[in-house]
């Protein structure tokens, strides 16, 4: 099996073969009820406070841009939260890993922008870019597209990506805006002392050990593992209700769905202004390089390029209409999960199971509670979260990009993602540094076989 495993890593195609149970059958002609009951069977014997630790580690990407399009464009905040609750315990049970739900960043930051979107437009966005990832889905061509994909681009991807990311937690833990010119007060509710214990608790709990650190006796005993991101996210909340009048505006109910109604101007604006910049990051970063990181992490139960496009194509198609936040799967989010405990399905049903329970209880509501959270928590955990991914992408290169040249496309790739701020330009420089030095290799073939060609000519000349 794990020959099986290094052969498919070491040409990167999709692991098809891999997908056998310890029995020899194909996974892909069992029947989903089959599959859906071994992975609710892993989650029962694999449950601890680890995967539900685990299920909060995503709440740094997840909440600031959920926030955001709530208070300034409308998202309708209890219809997103019973939507992406639902999808989060269908992709538990489907994918068997804590496979993670983050809004659609690109279209976010548009809307967020000086220049907003209007809801409407942010949903004409959601709505295109799922359509041309689940055609790409269901008819199997994103799973070409990975195929001749350097492996190299992707861990450059993820290394890039996560050194953003990692600005971005910084930023939102350190400073009161994003243009990072003032920074956060030391004793205030939201200042730098809870960004400072924050930061000790995620270092002491999750940070590896250092390799020279051994015991004085034969019986090696680790400290208590505390659930970090449990206890920031708890503290979060009891920071969040001792601000006056924070839950003065909770009322029970769910929110009430409305079906939206697109003009054909607030389609043309979305799509060319948030859905074409979306769709090369949803390709990339929330599909193929997603799968690279299951890979990466979760060798024997890796996701499949047309499931997670066909799942991020699909869940959208059914919730955008509703006022739902465009959302879709991703690479830090996998890493961010991981990284706090999360290793099967059952910590993301955990996750949707308290946003459907809190979407049908406050609905709406909630918002001004939310918007309380201090963002210094968010910005620790998103800091953390990127490290993981960081380390996959380093993880993943050694095996794969053991040549100098790999190393070095790896390297453009991640460059010029962070000095571009896109992924699909580090992508492009990555995957251009990648066939010059192929063309630039085979040229050189070329010529060392004119030269010894030549030598062997003038070798027989001289002989005859």
Same mark, same amino acid.
């Given at each position: 099996?794990?020959?099986?495993?290094?052969?498919?890593?070491?040409?990167?195609?999709?692991? *098809?073969?891999?997908?056998?149970?310890?029995?020899?059958?194909?996974?892909?002609?069992?029947?989903?009820?089959?599959?859906?009951?071994?992975?609710?069977?892993?989650?029962? *014997?694999?449950?601890?406070?680890?995967?539900?630790?685990?299920?909060?580690?995503? /709440?740094?990407?997840?909440?600031?841009?959920?926030?955001?399009?709530?208070?300034?464009?409308? /998202?309708?905040?209890?219809?997103?939260?019973?939507?992406?609750?639902?999808?989060?315990?269908?992709? @538990?049970?489907?994918?068997?890993?804590?496979?993670?739900?983050?809004?659609?960043?690109?279209?976010?930051?548009?809307?967020? +922008?000086?220049?907003?979107? +209007?809801?409407?437009?942010?949903?004409?966005?959601?709505?295109? $870019?799922?359509?041309?990832?689940?055609?790409?889905?269901?008819?199997?061509?994103?799973?070409?597209?990975?195929?001749?994909?350097?492996?190299?681009?992707?861990?450059?991807?993820?290394?890039?990506?996560?050194?953003?990311?990692?600005?971005?937690?910084?930023?939102?833990?350190?400073?009161?805006?994003?243009?990072?010119?003032?920074?956060?007060?030391?004793?205030?509710?939201?200042?730098?002392?809870?960004?400072?214990? +924050?930061?000790?608790?995620?270092?002491?709990?999750?940070?590896?050990?250092?390799?020279?650190?051994?015991?004085?006796?034969?019986?090696?005993?680790?400290?208590?593992?505390?659930?970090?991101?449990?206890?920031?996210?708890?503290?979060?909340?009891?920071?969040?209700?001792?601000?006056?009048?924070?839950?003065?505006?909770?009322?029970?109910?769910?929110?009430?769905?409305?079906? /939206?109604?697109?003009?054909?101007?607030?389609?043309?604006?979305?799509?060319?202004?948030?859905?074409?910049?979306?769709?090369?990051?949803?390709?990339?970063?929330?599909?193929?390089?997603?799968?690279?990181?299951?890979?990466?992490?979760?060798?024997?139960?890796?996701?499949?390029?047309?499931?997670?496009?066909?799942?991020?194509?699909?869940?959208?198609?059914?919730?955008?209409?509703?006022?739902?936040?465009?959302?879709?799967?991703?690479?830090?989010?996998?890493?961010?999960?991981?990284?706090?405990?999360?290793?099967?399905?059952?910590?993301?049903?955990?996750?949707?199971?308290?946003?459907?329970?809190?979407?049908?209880?406050? @609905?709406? +509501?909630?918002?001004?509670?939310?918007?309380?959270?201090?963002?210094?928590?968010?910005?620790?955990?998103?800091?953390?979260?990127?490290? *993981?991914?960081?380390?996959?992408?380093?993880?993943?290169?050694?095996?794969?990009?053991?040549?100098?040249?790999?190393?070095?496309?790896?390297? $453009?790739?991640?460059?010029?993602? $962070?000095?571009?701020?896109?992924?699909?330009?580090?992508?492009?420089?990555?995957?251009?540094?990648?066939?010059?030095?192929?063309?630039?290799?085979? $040229?050189?073939?070329?010529?060392?076989?004119?030269?010894?060609?030549?030598?062997?000519?003038?070798?027989?000349?001289?002989?005859?």
């Amino acid at each position: 099996m794990d020959a099986i495993i290094a052969n498919a890593n070491d040409n990167n195609i999709e692991i *098809e073969d891999f997908e056998k149970t310890a029995h020899g059958v194909d996974v892909d002609r069992i029947p989903p009820p089959t599959t859906i009951r071994r992975n609710w069977e892993t989650m029962k *014997e694999k449950w601890s406070t680890r995967e539900a630790n685990g299920s909060l580690g995503d /709440l740094g990407t997840f909440l600031p841009l959920l926030m955001g399009l709530s208070m300034t464009q409308g /998202l309708d905040l209890g219809t997103t939260l019973i939507f992406t609750g639902a999808y989060n315990v269908v992709t @538990g049970f489907l994918f068997g890993i804590p496979m993670p739900l983050q809004p659609m960043k690109t279209i976010a930051a548009v809307a967020l +922008s000086e220049k907003p979107l +209007s809801l409407n437009e942010v949903i004409a966005a959601g709505i295109f $870019v799922s359509i041309c990832v689940f055609i790409a889905g269901t008819t199997g061509m994103i799973d070409r597209f990975n195929r001749v994909t350097p492996v190299a681009t992707i861990s450059g991807m993820q290394l890039g990506l996560g050194l953003s990311l990692a600005k971005k937690g910084y930023t939102l833990a350190a400073y009161t805006s994003n243009s990072m010119e003032n920074l956060r007060p030391w004793f205030k509710r939201d200042g730098l002392v809870l960004a400072i214990m +924050s930061g000790l608790i995620v270092l002491w709990t999750s940070a590896p050990k250092p390799p020279n650190v051994t015991s004085t006796t034969n019986k090696k005993r680790g400290l208590p593992r505390v659930p970090a991101a449990l206890v920031l996210v708890i503290l979060g909340f009891i920071l969040a209700l001792s601000v006056p009048n924070a839950t003065k505006s909770l009322k029970f109910g769910p929110s009430t769905p409305k079906l /939206l109604k697109l003009t054909w101007e607030e389609a043309k604006t979305g799509i060319v202004r948030a859905g074409i910049p979306q769709l090369p990051l949803t390709t990339l970063n929330s599909v193929i390089s997603v799968c690279a990181v299951s890979r990466e992490l979760f060798p024997n139960h890796p996701a499949k390029p047309r499931d997670v496009a066909t799942s991020v194509g699909l869940m959208n198609l059914m919730s955008c209409w509703f006022g739902a936040m465009p959302s879709c799967h991703g690479a830090g989010g996998l890493a961010a999960h991981f990284h706090f405990g999360a290793r099967t399905g059952g910590a993301v049903c955990f996750l949707g199971a308290w946003k459907i329970l809190l979407g049908i209880l406050f @609905g709406s +509501s909630l918002l001004e509670l939310l918007a309380n959270f201090p963002e210094p928590v968010l910005g620790v955990m998103l800091f953390a979260a990127s490290c *993981e991914l960081m380390a996959t992408g380093l993880r993943g290169s050694p095996k794969q990009a053991t040549a100098a040249s790999e190393k070095f496309v790896l390297l $453009v790739t991640a460059s010029v993602t $962070v000095a571009a701020k896109s992924t699909w330009i580090g992508f492009l420089f990555g995957l251009s540094t990648h066939v010059l030095l192929l063309v630039r290799a085979r $040229v050189e073939d070329w010529m060392n076989d004119r030269i010894t060609c030549g030598e062997d000519v003038n070798a027989s000349v001289n002989d005859g």
